[in-house]
């Protein structure tokens, strides 16, 4: 981050309110369904949301924090997860890990990534019950895939997307506030060897913490 105008969740987080004071508006249920499913497909892609999480759950085992958590360090194929999908198994296997198996079930059960590829690519139709999948599989049912999935299935879905986005966005924005200037600490990253580095974390008042760069001689004047 490096300013008021470099910072994506503060888009995402407008995005997410103003498109659900759409929602509370008198619109046609087609039209409502079209936006739920864009606000999906956008909330389930926030890098920031996935960072986050995977962040807390790398500490929480004992590890530093890394700057790309999903680079592949801390899984068995060393390779980077780049989808929300391969994101997802990783904080599902890193909270069982830790002892919490609730956050990785949260996210894994808001996710269905069959009905975000339909919606990206065009290749559905909204009845008035149902996600028609035209030409791609279907997400499994009870057991069975389902290229006709039904609304009142997908629904809670979509809205604990969004609420899980919400709050993790809000949780950031609350505790970045916190902070109204400049700060230098020392900080050690994941791989990194030998003493600690000393950063400065960039804050101000009107936009709390927004960013960080490493400190200079004379940033270390004075600092506690």
């Not at 929602?23 to 960072?51: G, K, M, N």
């Not at 600690?196 to 400190?215: F, H, I, K, N, P």
Request: hydrophobic letters at 40%.
């Amino acid at each position: 981050m490096e300013g008021p105008w470099w910072d994506p969740l503060v888009e995402s987080e407008q995005l997410i309110n103003q498109t659900i004071k759409e929602l509370e508006s008198p619109i046609v249920w087609s039209f409502a369904w079209r936006l739920q499913l864009f606000l999906y497909c956008h909330v389930t892609e926030i890098d920031d949301v996935y960072s986050s999480v995977g962040n807390l759950l790398r500490i929480s085992s004992g590890r530093r924090y890394s700057m790309a958590p999903f680079d592949g360090d801390w899984s068995e194929s060393n390779l980077p997860a780049k989808s929300p999908v391969r994101k997802i198994e990783r904080i599902q296997r890193w909270s069982e890990e830790v002892g919490i198996q609730e956050v990785g079930a949260l996210f894994s059960e808001a996710l269905v990534p069959e009905v975000r590829n339909a919606f990206f690519h065009s290749d559905y139709v909204l009845s008035g019950e149902s996600f028609n999948i035209k030409n791609g599989p279907g997400p499994q049912i009870d057991g069975v895939m389902e290229k006709a999935v039904p609304l009142t299935w997908l629904e809670p879905k979509i809205q604990s997307a969004i609420n899980i986005a919400l709050v993790i966005i809000g949780l950031i924005r609350i505790y970045r506030s916190e902070y109204d200037s400049d700060r230098v600490v020392e900080a050690q990253f994941e791989g990194q060897e030998g003493p600690a580095t000393q950063v400065v974390l960039l804050a101000d008042v009107e936009q709390g913490l927004y960013g960080m760069r490493s400190a200079n001689p004379e940033d270390l004047d004075g600092a506690v």
